[in-house]
């Protein structure tokens, strides 16, 4: 599993995206389902409409559908983490989508992350120490 912005999404599904192609040769290394959260998958659904309207939405779902991809829901423990880490990162500043991902991240040990966001996922760190392993690697 692999931890999903919504940039990657959005751009697997928008073939006139500018990193289209990049996010799908990386999807083709990953292994396993993409794993995201209700913020991230919320956003992602927001920029498909603007980009393709509700059949690119659609096919985010279709992703969902598939066992693809995978949405977390937040525990409320979460959400706590979620605002400390707002707070924490607010010269960024942080969005909630961001925040759930890192959030998650730390609770599920994980460090891989597919997002376009690369200056952002650089800056933050997992429980203050660890750093993220970004994908793609290549852009």
Do not use: N
């Not at 966001?117 to 429980?127: L, V």
Request: hydrophobic letters at 45%; proline letters at 5%.
């Amino acid at each position: 599993m692999i931890l999903t912005d919504a940039g990657p999404l959005v751009a697997i599904l928008d073939r006139g995206e500018q990193h289209h192609q990049a996010c799908v040769a990386c999807l083709a290394e990953l292994t396993g389902p993409m794993l995201t959260t209700w913020p991230a998958f919320t956003e992602s659904m927001y920029l498909l409409g603007e980009a393709g309207g509700w059949r690119a939405q659609d096919a985010l779902w279709g992703l969902v559908e598939q066992g693809d991809l995978v949405i977390v829901a937040p525990r409320p423990e979460l959400c706590e983490r979620m605002r400390m880490l707002m707070a924490k990162y607010q010269d960024r500043p942080m969005d909630l989508a961001d925040a759930s991902l890192v959030a998650l991240a730390e609770e599920r040990s994980l460090r891989d992350v597919f997002t376009l966001d690369r200056a952002d996922f650089q800056t933050y760190r997992i429980r203050r120490r660890q750093t993220f392993r970004i994908w793609p690697r290549f852009l």
